[in-house]
């Protein structure tokens, strides 16, 4: 099993212009999640979808959107990147239902700089 | 805003030796986790403990929970060089479909051989 993958794994983009970060998971997960990782601050939930076919909200989705195309796969839109979106973007899903707890399985990390 | 605060923000030490690393939080939870990050990878869970759970353990690893005083310690024994990475405790409020996991800043553990 890969686990949770990751494309691209790194990528340069110009102020202004669109990208996508794709996700996608082989371990069957309900959930997944959508983090941007920058020094000093930790983890920060952009997005996630606590199952096939719904998204919510983070703490920080301003300039993103999110599209759960299939239970495998959870991509990240940047319409218009700024370079305050500079960061390590990682992918995470978990296998969530009934009680069982959030333990949660990352991706590689999508490092994106926006000049 | 994050939950967790870990504390040291660096800790550095000599293999052999022991690493304590503690995690404060502000709300109630439904368990807490701890998870490392080597340099340039993604993180990688290591253990969970629940909030009516006081101690657990795992290999070299051991976690305890105070609820009393939201906080929690993750003690490496006899580190090891491969130690060396970032730990990050993660809390998640309750159970349910929308539960999310709120992630501290990380400590940077460096062990030297």
């Known amino acids: 099993n890969a686990g949770v993958t990751q494309t691209p794994k790194f990528q340069v983009l110009k102020t202004g212009q669109s990208m996508t970060l794709q996700c996608a998971q082989d371990m069957n997960h309900n959930s997944m999640y959508w983090y941007r990782q920058d020094p000093g601050m930790g983890l920060r939930l952009i997005y996630y979808?606590?199952?096939?076919?719904?998204?919510d909200k983070g703490e920080v989705p301003n300039g993103y959107n999110v599209s759960r195309l299939n239970k495998r796969e959870f991509s990240l839109r940047l319409e218009s990147a700024a370079p305050s979106q500079t960061s390590v973007y990682f992918c995470a899903s978990s296998s969530r239902g009934g009680l069982q707890h959030n333990e949660q399985f990352f991706g590689p990390g999508t490092r994106l700089t926006v000049l | 805003s994050q939950q967790g605060e870990e504390d040291p923000q660096a800790l550095s030490i000599q293999e052999g030796e022991n690493a304590t690393m503690n995690c404060s939080y502000k709300t109630s939870i439904n368990n807490l986790q701890w998870y490392r990050q080597n340099s340039g990878r993604g993180l990688v869970h290591l253990i969970l403990i629940r909030s009516n759970e006081r101690e657990k353990h795992s290999g070299r690893l051991r976690v305890t929970l105070d609820t009393s005083k939201k906080s929690s310690s993750l003690l490496i024994t006899a580190s090891r060089a491969a130690d060396t990475a970032s730990y990050f405790c993660a809390t998640e409020g309750y159970t349910g479909a929308n539960s999310k996991l709120t992630f501290g800043k990380g400590i940077t553990l460096s062990v030297r051989p």
């Open positions: 979808s606590a199952s096939e076919g719904t998204t």
